[in-house]
Each structure stands twice: as C-alpha cells, then as structure tokens.
C-alpha cells in the first residue's frame, strides 16, 4: 500500500503505511521468531518459508532460517510438508534464493506427497490431497503454484522490475539436476514470448522468441552480462 501510495503521488498515505509495515514487522517476530533456534513458529516448512518469502526476517538471522528450511526438507527425505497456503511461499523461497537443485528434488519424483504421484496414479487435473486416493476433489487448480517455477524459473521468462507488462523482458533459464530440455511459451499484450532450451553433450542450447516491439535481456546460465535482442527468433549456445 505504501509504494501504490507512492507511485500516486500520495505522501500522508505512503509514510503511513511505511510506518505500519515496520510495526507489523517487529510483532511478528516478536510473536513467531525463535532468535535461539532460528526458527519461526513450530519451525514447519511453511512457518519459516511465509517470512522469508515477505522478506521480513531481519538480515541478521536470514541465512540460517534458510538452512533451517532445507534442513526440514532434507529430513522429510527432499519431500514438501506444505499444502495449499504454503506452497508457493515454499516454492518461491528455494527460487529466489538460488536453491533451485533442493526445489528439484523435492518435486522429481513419484511418490506422496508430489505431483509425480498424481501423474503415476493417472489424475490428469491437481486435485485437492496429494494422495487422489483420499477421495477429495480432482480439479483443484490452489495445488498448480509449481507453474509459476516452471515459466519464471525453469524456463526463465520474467518481466524486467520496475517495467510492467512485457514490453521489456528478461529470460533467465535455470538447468537443474538431470533436466535436459524445458520448452515453455506464455502470450503476451505484444505476442508470444517463448523459451526453447536443451542440454546435450555439455552444450546448453537456448533459443528465444521475442514479440514485435520487445526487447528481452537473455542471461545464459552463470552469466552476468545479458544479450540485448529484440523482436525475432535467436538461438545461443554454451
């Protein structure tokens, strides 16, 4: 609320909210934050990622609240405890943190809880329990928060912060674990934006479709320095 107040020019309303969001901040960890364990709450997965995610843990106490939550995942076997509520801010925590390899092998696999158990047991829609034996609804789409993994990370199609609605676009492809190729295409208000990329042989192979009128800042994988491309096709290797 404070940076929508901001951005229309209303000040009172900007500090206000400002000040409000530090309140909030301090009661929670007040209330929540465990400064001897590291831990938030009961220390589930969800309890630590929420925080995380909101970027209200103080800097101080990040990193170990970090390896707090991959701790718990590696203890449950690289398997999720989440369900609806905290799967995303589970998801989006490992993501932003550079820890796609731990959101990999939380997911590659067939078992429950985890969406390869769904496709294995032949569900061709989320449904509401990881288990589709336990007799609750098959068309759950509060389940489908993997996408945005999918699309922003894997694939790497973003939009460029601070510049909405795609006119400029970042792709930043993220390989992980034994994954060879992820083929990933969203529409935009310009056109298509799509995302072809290959592993083989040691060679990554991206190839790129930007819109008529974009302009996209590609970064291979481990690079810093983006390629500036605008509408057309384009394919890079590595």
């Known amino acids: 609320l404070s940076k929508a107040a901001g951005m229309v020019g209303n000040k009172a309303d900007e500090t206000y909210y400002?000040?409000?969001?530090?309140?909030?901040?301090?009661?929670?960890?007040?209330?929540?934050?465990?400064?001897d364990?590291?831990?938030y709450g009961n220390g589930s997965q969800c309890s630590n990622a929420i925080p995380l995610f909101l970027d209200i843990v103080e800097p101080q106490y990040k990193a170990d609240v970090l390896a707090n939550l991959?701790?718990?995942?590696?203890?449950?076997?690289?398997?999720?405890?989440?369900?609806?509520?905290?799967?995303?801010?589970?998801?989006?925590?490992?993501?932003?943190?550079?820890l796609n390899d731990v959101m990999y092998q939380m997911n590659n696999h067939e078992d429950a809880p985890g969406y390869g158990?769904?496709?294995?047991?032949g569900a061709t829609t989320l449904t509401e329990q990881w288990d589709p034996r336990e007799g609750t609804s098959w068309n759950h789409f509060m389940m489908g928060q993997i996408d945005e993994w999918f699309f922003n990370s894997l694939a790497g199609i973003r939009t460029v912060e601070g510049k909405p609605g795609m006119k400029e676009i970042?792709?930043?492809?993220?390989?992980?674990?034994?994954?060879?190729?992820?083929?990933?295409?969203?529409?935009?208000?310009?056109?298509?934006?799509?995302?072809?990329?290959?592993?083989e042989n040691g060679v990554f192979t991206l190839k790129v479709t930007i819109p008529v009128g974009c302009t996209a800042?590609?970064?291979?994988?481990?690079?810093?320095?983006?390629?500036?491309?605008?509408?057309?096709?384009?394919?890079?290797?590595k």
């Open 18 to 35: 400002a000040k409000l969001a530090q309140e909030v901040k301090k009661a929670y960890n007040d209330k929540f934050f465990n400064v």
């Open 70 to 98: 991959v701790k718990d995942i590696k203890v449950h076997g690289n398997r999720l405890t989440t369900g609806d509520v905290g799967n995303r801010y589970l998801f989006q925590t490992l993501a932003r943190n550079g």
């Open 117 to 121: 158990f769904q496709v294995k047991f």
């Open 170 to 199: 970042e792709i930043r492809p993220r390989p992980v674990g034994d994954l060879t190729y992820v083929r990933a295409s969203t529409q935009t208000l310009y056109g298509k934006v799509a995302v072809d990329w290959t592993r």
């Open 217 to 237: 800042r590609v970064f291979l994988p481990d690079e810093k320095e983006p390629k500036i491309v605008e509408s057309g096709t384009y394919s890079f290797k």
């Open 37 to 39: 364990t590291r831990q």
